[in-house]
């Protein structure tokens, strides 16, 4: 166990009937984004579920701020959760939904008020928090559904699938929040996805389960270290480059926007030099390539592969 | 202006300086009153449903339109009582029907309101997936649907002792010696409020368990105005046919005088719906233990799907 872990799984698993969702999974969640990642049925949800107390484990323990997650209902007052799922009523105003979630997080009446409102205008509905919920956006709901888990000032946030159903203008929005939430208001978040690219530029670390194994846990970035690839891009004459670069023993890759070098030293970029200046092409931009986390987790037919070489 | 700071001249020339300071997110260092507040937040929030506070126009209909039918009766009730004592004095009133008919006549009403009105308290939250997000604070299922029986309860007590007591200052108001009349008659406060608490628990319990079972306030609604309605006349039927203790234990599910044979022993009368129900016969302990038994069962097996329900 780390003794500084807000959240702590120790050989947690959950098990319905013959299915096993989770089998025996340890891991610690700390002060940050951590990212949680896997497919569906990889056991996120049943996880975040046994964290926030709604199912008790098979056998394994959850420590949530430092109390078993299965006994106390009053850690729950510490906690934030939004759900990916549809969970908020359409008659009502967010303002006076908020307040009311906030009183039932704990907070005096009158505190949760202000609660209600300071929060909403953190997440932008500020001018619209009078309205009844049923009339907004998705975009806007989802942000309702942030700024709920966020208006009793929890410790940690759990995030389920945050991005789902928004377009790709609202996705950013939210990724942006996520990120503010942490940066600018210090609360901690639990984010679970299945798409690498948000928990990569949102996350701090990452959690990958699989099949209700754990697969991987690290920094994310440990996983997109810099690759022994250098990446250059030139305004014109790039077919030029690409013969002096291979006369000079250089394997190289075209792709969209660049050219991928495969170089196991410096020596590279003194070769790259003067095989720009023999081609006549204008550099645009040269630097280390660092490897995405769709790239170590490339889909192998059924199978997640963690951890795989380029 | 930059940085939330501007400078403004006045009506008279002055020059004024504001400067707007963003503080930016606050964290809470205020009181959290834990499980406790988050009851008291489900109950009153139940009762805002109820009614249909802090909701549009359309939720406040329902609730309100039976409120004043019942009220209405107990309305109409004391101006009949009022023009009987002035017209025949008071052996007029003894004809008229009394506080220990009021809930025989009316019960039909209450069942109504219990159907269309409480179910909004439960299935809302589980259609609307709020459930979700109320089991992830520092309460539990049983605490919420605790809460929220509190709140149909309240609300349905105010349903039903409030045309009583618009009855009772009827005829309080139409009697030449109110103070005599009290007097002779204060008893009927506590028989008040006792059969009406009996009504209460009885339709807020029923109503709540149906509900339970359903995310579609309107599928409760059904099921329950049917459960009554049909219910009345087809044990009221088969019990008149049928004789014998068959007869009067198919009477027993007559579902709609269950409280009323509560009310008629509170009162020490029986009043008219009851007055030729079989199932009288069977004697009062009885028609207490079943009513009980209508009341303790569905609430114990409301607790149990609250204390299992996970989102």
Same mark, same amino acid.
């Given at each position: 166990?780390?003794?500084?872990?807000?959240?702590?799984?120790?050989?947690?698993?959950?098990?319905?009937?013959?299915?096993?969702?989770?089998?025996?999974?340890?891991?610690?969640?700390?002060?940050?984004?951590?990212?949680?990642?896997?497919?569906?049925?990889?056991?996120?949800?049943?996880?975040?579920?046994?964290?926030?107390?709604?199912?008790?484990?098979?056998?394994?323990?959850?420590?949530? +701020?430092?109390?078993?997650?299965?006994?106390?209902?009053?850690?729950?007052?510490?906690?934030?959760?939004?759900?990916?799922?549809?969970?908020? &009523?359409?008659?009502?105003?967010?303002?006076?939904?908020?307040?009311?979630?906030?009183?039932?997080?704990?907070? &005096?009446?009158?505190?949760?008020?202000?609660?209600?409102?300071?929060?909403?205008?953190?997440?932008?509905?500020?001018?619209?928090?009078?309205?009844?919920?049923?009339?907004?956006?998705?975009?806007?709901?989802?942000?309702?559904?942030?700024?709920?888990?966020?208006?009793?000032?929890?410790?940690?946030?759990?995030?389920?699938? &945050?991005?789902?159903?928004?377009?790709?203008?609202?996705?950013?929005?939210?990724?942006?929040?996520?990120?503010?939430?942490?940066?600018? =208001?210090?609360?901690?978040?639990? =984010?679970?996805?299945? +798409?690498?690219?948000?928990?990569?530029?949102?996350?701090?670390?990452?959690?990958?389960?699989?099949?209700?194994?754990?697969?991987?846990?690290?920094?994310?970035?440990?996983? @997109?270290?810099? @690759?022994?690839?250098?990446?250059?891009?030139?305004?014109?004459?790039?077919?030029?480059?690409?013969?002096?670069?291979?006369?000079?023993?250089?394997?190289?890759?075209?792709?969209?926007?660049?050219?991928?070098?495969?170089?196991?030293?410096?020596?590279?970029?003194?070769?790259?030099?003067?095989?720009?200046?023999?081609?006549?092409?204008?550099?645009?931009?040269?630097?280390?390539?660092?490897?995405?986390? @769709?790239?170590?987790?490339?889909?192998?037919?059924?199978?997640?592969?963690?951890?795989?070489?380029? | 202006?930059?940085?939330? !700071?501007?400078?403004?001249?006045?009506?008279?020339?002055?020059?004024?300086?504001?400067?707007?300071?963003?503080?930016?997110?606050?964290?809470?260092?205020?009181?959290?009153?834990?499980?406790?507040?988050?009851?008291?937040?489900?109950?009153?929030?139940?009762?805002?449903?109820?009614?249909?506070?802090?909701?549009?126009?359309? /939720?406040?209909?329902?609730?309100?339109?039976?409120?004043?039918?019942?009220?209405?009766?107990?309305?109409?009730?004391?101006?009949? /009582?009022?023009?009987?004592?002035?017209?025949?004095?008071?052996?007029?009133?003894?004809?008229?029907?009394? !506080?220990?008919?009021?809930?025989?006549?009316? %019960?039909?009403?209450?069942?109504?309101?219990?159907?269309?009105?409480?179910?909004?308290?439960?299935?809302?939250?589980?259609?609307?997936?709020?459930?979700?997000?109320?089991?992830?604070?520092?309460?539990?299922?049983?605490?919420?649907?605790?809460?929220?029986?509190?709140?149909?309860?309240?609300?349905?007590?105010?349903?039903?002792?409030?045309?009583?007591?618009?009855?009772?200052?009827?005829?309080?108001?139409? !009697?030449?010696?109110?103070?005599?009349?009290?007097?002779?008659?204060?008893?009927?406060?506590?028989?008040?409020?006792? %059969?009406? $608490? $009996?009504?209460?628990?009885?339709?807020?319990?029923?109503?709540?368990?149906?509900?339970?079972?359903?995310?579609?306030?309107?599928?409760?609604?059904?099921?329950?105005?049917?459960?009554?309605?049909?219910?009345?006349?087809?044990?009221?039927?088969?019990?008149?046919?049928?004789?014998?203790?068959?007869?009067?234990?198919?009477?027993?599910?007559?579902?709609?005088?269950?409280?009323?044979?509560?009310?008629?022993?509170?009162?020490?009368?029986?009043?008219?719906?009851?007055?030729? $129900?079989?199932?009288?016969?069977?004697?009062?302990?009885?028609?207490?233990?079943?009513? %009980?038994?209508?009341?303790?069962?569905?609430? $114990?097996?409301?607790?149990?799907?609250?204390?299992?329900?996970?989102?």
């Amino acid at each position: 166990m780390t003794p500084d872990a807000l959240i702590q799984a120790v050989e947690l698993e959950k098990r319905y009937g013959s299915v096993v969702a989770l089998n025996g999974v340890s891991f610690g969640i700390h002060d940050g984004i951590t990212g949680i990642l896997g497919e569906n049925g990889a056991g996120k949800s049943t996880a975040i579920k046994i964290f926030l107390g709604l199912l008790q484990p098979t056998s394994g323990r959850a420590i949530v +701020l430092g109390e078993d997650a299965s006994r106390s209902v009053e850690v729950r007052a510490k906690l934030g959760y939004m759900p990916e799922h549809d969970c908020l &009523p359409t008659r009502v105003s967010a303002a006076e939904f908020l307040t009311h979630l906030a009183e039932v997080s704990g907070l &005096p009446p009158e505190r949760a008020r202000t609660r209600a409102a300071d929060t909403l205008r953190h997440v932008g509905l500020f001018e619209e928090r009078y309205r009844a919920i049923g009339g907004y956006s998705t975009g806007m709901k989802q942000r309702v559904k942030l700024a709920q888990a966020l208006v009793h000032d929890p410790r940690i946030v759990l995030l389920d699938e &945050p991005t789902a159903g928004l377009d790709p203008a609202g996705r950013e929005e939210m990724l942006d929040l996520v990120r503010k939430t942490h940066r600018e =208001f210090g609360i901690s978040i639990l =984010f679970s996805s299945h +798409l690498m690219s948000d928990v990569e530029r949102t996350c701090d670390r990452i959690i990958v389960l699989q099949g209700g194994l754990l697969v991987q846990a690290g920094e994310v970035t440990d996983f @997109t270290t810099e @690759t022994e690839t250098v990446f250059v891009e030139v305004d014109d004459r790039a077919d030029a480059l690409i013969a002096e670069l291979e006369a000079r023993g250089i394997t190289v890759v075209a792709e969209a926007g660049g050219l991928n070098l495969h170089g196991t030293d410096d020596s590279i970029y003194d070769e790259v030099r003067d095989a720009l200046v023999a081609a006549g092409a204008p550099l645009r931009r040269m630097a280390p390539r660092r490897r995405a986390l @769709t790239e170590l987790f490339a889909r192998d037919g059924e199978t997640l592969v963690v951890g795989g070489d380029e | 202006m930059s940085d939330g !700071h501007a400078t403004t001249l006045d009506e008279a020339g002055r020059t004024t300086e504001g400067t707007v300071f963003d503080i930016g997110y606050q964290r809470y260092s205020g009181p959290r009153e834990g499980r406790h507040r988050a009851r008291v937040a489900v109950f009153k929030d139940g009762i805002r449903i109820a009614l249909g506070i802090g909701r549009g126009g359309r /939720a406040k209909i329902l609730p309100w339109t039976f409120i004043g039918l019942l009220v209405g009766i107990g309305f109409i009730l004391a101006l009949v /009582a009022g023009a009987a004592l002035r017209i025949a004095g008071p052996e007029g009133l003894e004809q008229l029907p009394t !506080h220990s008919d009021f809930y025989g006549i009316a %019960s039909i009403f209450f069942f109504v309101f219990a159907a269309v009105v409480a179910p909004d308290l439960l299935c809302s939250d589980r259609r609307h997936g709020v459930i979700n997000l109320y089991l992830v604070r520092p309460l539990t299922g049983v605490d919420y649907v605790v809460a929220r029986w509190s709140a149909f309860m309240v609300v349905a007590l105010g349903v039903a002792w409030a045309p009583q007591f618009v009855l009772l200052v009827g005829r309080l108001m139409g !009697h030449p010696d109110p103070g005599g009349y009290f007097s002779e008659n204060w008893t009927d406060v506590p028989h008040i409020l006792l %059969s009406g $608490a $009996a009504l209460a628990a009885y339709m807020t319990t029923l109503a709540m368990l149906v509900a339970a079972f359903t995310k579609r306030r309107a599928y409760a609604a059904v099921f329950l105005v049917g459960l009554f309605v049909i219910s009345t006349p087809f044990t009221a039927g088969l019990s008149t046919e049928i004789e014998g203790p068959v007869g009067q234990w198919i009477s027993m599910f007559n579902l709609s005088n269950i409280p009323v044979h509560v009310n008629d022993m509170i009162f020490g009368e029986v009043s008219g719906v009851t007055s030729e $129900a079989p199932a009288r016969e069977l004697g009062n302990t009885l028609l207490l233990v079943w009513y %009980s038994a209508w009341v303790l069962i569905p609430g $114990a097996i409301l607790v149990e799907r609250y204390r299992r329900l996970t989102p």
